[in-house]
């Protein structure tokens, strides 16, 4: 079962404006972690924000911020005041608990960003 | 520059044939975890090591190894390449091996693409 998913395969935003890129996890375990990550066209994968699932406040970074609300398991990411260079694939993951090892990622969701 | 260092940038083989992809894991980073992205598969885990250890397994073929060096680099070697094995693949290195810790980040290099013909 897919555990991460990101039902925006592409997205069409405004410079300056604001947007929300959804995300939604699936997973049993109290204890999780939420990321997100950059990859613009170069390819590489940027870190972007970070969210525990027992903090209490909405992680923010910057033009970043996490909408986190934990009892619809939704993690969705806004970016505020859109800029050209915000144009790339951005991946929501997740690590479960304190045992486990790696990073499960969504399909993605396509931003451009136009003038 | 992530700190990851990933190489080669780009490599084209033919079927059949054997290729390693290296990576040097970020300073003070003791994990080192391979990825595969691929436009059907999206960003599948492979395999993660540990201070030489190896940690977890994911979706890595029989054709396919990885090994963690001493000196913390590691090393991907897939063989027998199939078509079906052009992809990015990514290492990512962190601190420790497991948590949800945010300091716990996975840092990725910048990717070896790997084209079969």
């Known amino acids: 079962a897919q555990k991460i998913t990101q039902t925006q395969p592409g997205m069409f935003v405004q410079e300056k404006e604001a947007v929300t890129l959804d995300c939604t996890y699936d997973t049993s375990d109290p204890s999780y972690g939420l990321f997100w990550y950059k990859q613009p066209s170069s390819g590489e994968m940027i870190f972007l924000i970070y969210q525990g699932s027992y903090d209490q406040q909405n992680a923010t970074e910057g033009r970043y911020s996490l909408n986190f609300q934990k009892a619809r398991k939704s993690a969705n990411l806004v970016i505020s005041a859109s800029q050209l260079g915000d144009s790339a694939m951005y991946f929501c993951a997740m690590r479960e608990g304190p045992g486990d090892y790696k990073l499960s990622f969504g399909a993605g969701t396509t931003v451009t960003v136009r003038a | 520059d992530s700190g990851v260092t990933q190489t080669p940038k780009h490599l084209i083989t033919a079927t059949g044939q054997r290729v390693t992809l290296r990576c040097s894991p970020r300073s003070g980073d003791l994990s080192v975890y391979w990825y595969q992205q691929s436009l059907d598969q999206g960003l599948q885990f492979l395999i993660q090591?540990?201070?030489?250890?190896?940690?977890a397994k994911g979706n890595i073929l029989e054709r396919f190894s990885a090994q963690q060096f001493p000196d913390l680099h590691s090393e991907l070697n897939l063989s027998s390449l199939e078509l079906g094995d052009s992809a990015l693949y990514f290492c990512a290195s962190s601190v420790a091996d497991r948590g949800i810790s945010g300091a716990n980040v996975l840092t990725f290099g910048a990717g070896s693409r790997l084209t079969v013909l």
């Open positions: 090591y540990y201070n030489g250890e190896e940690r």
